[in-house]
T-cell receptor, first 116, second 111 residues
Framework: DGGITQSPKYLFRKEGQNVTLSCEQN?????MYWYRQDPGQGLRLIYYSQIVNDFQKGDIAEGYSVSREKKESFPLTVTSAQKNPTAFYLC???????????????FGAGSRLTVL | DAKTTQPPSMDCAEGRAANLPCNHS???????VYWYRQIHSQGPQYIIHGLKNNETNEMASLIITEDRKSSTLILPHATLRDTAVYYCIVRVASNTGKLIFGQGTTLQVKP
């Protein structure tokens, strides 16, 4: 079945450590996104990529980094510069960059990061 | 993107219709209304979207008022598995695909 796979599902990290969250999709989607969700809150956009080897900052990019070397992969690194990294991280993708209302997002199951 | 206003929580009896309102009074002519839902600790799931006309699919119906300033998502026969946070989002169908998620409405379906 086509979809988005995020790993790990749960991750614990010590303060000062970098951690990388994996996001892989087999939907042949061009665009990919990373969102952060805090308890009881909506989603906030961290980074997005519309094409391989290109990505843009979202609303809360500070302390995060991404890469898009392959169409199917969009890993997110949470660096030690991120002051409050404990959160639920969601990866999403959509088919392309066409100007169509039907171009909707498909989400992965999420990765829950806890900083100890 | 237009701002949306949703009630923070609603209850619905199992088997009854759930009607979730959304106010988007500042919507512009080229902005779509999207609905997603998020079951606890899972990724959001797309439900339906519309521009001007009412829409229906296998999951729900979307009713958009004639002036487009508000809309209602209808789950015709709610089940316990429909308990989730429902997000109403308004945006232009732009190249970036960015969606702004507010806090949504927590729908509790009760037996």
């Amino acid at each position: 079945d086509g979809g988005i796979t995020q790993s790990p599902k749960y991750l614990f990290r010590k303060e000062g450590q970098n951690v990388t969250l994996s996001c892989e999709q087999n939907l042949n989607h061009d665009a990919m996104y990373w969102y952060r969700q805090d308890p009881g809150q909506g989603l906030r956009l961290i980074y997005y990529s519309q094409i391989v080897n290109d990505f843009q900052k979202g609303d809360i990019a500070e302390g995060y980094s991404v890469s898009r070397e392959k169409k199917e992969s969009f890993p997110l690194t949470v660096t030690s510069a991120q002051k409050n990294p404990t959160a639920f991280y969601l990866c999403a993708s959509r088919p392309g960059t066409g100007d169509s209302g039907a171009n909707v997002l498909t989400f992965g199951a999420g990765s829950r990061l806890t900083v100890l | 993107d237009a701002k949306t206003t949703q009630p923070p929580s609603m209850d619905c009896a199992e088997g009854r219709a759930a009607n979730l309102p959304c106010n988007h009074s500042t919507i512009s002519g080229n902005e779509y209304v999207y609905w997603y839902r998020q079951i606890h600790s899972q990724g959001p799931q797309y439900i339906i979207h519309g521009l001007k006309n009412n829409e229906t699919n296998e999951m729900a119906s979307l009713i958009i008022t004639e002036d487009r300033k508000s809309s209602t998502l209808i789950l015709p026969h709610a089940t316990l598995r429909d308990t989730a946070v429902y997000y109403c989002i308004v945006r232009v169908a732009s190249n970036t695909g960015k969606l702004i998620f507010g806090q949504g409405t927590t729908l509790q379906v009760k037996p």
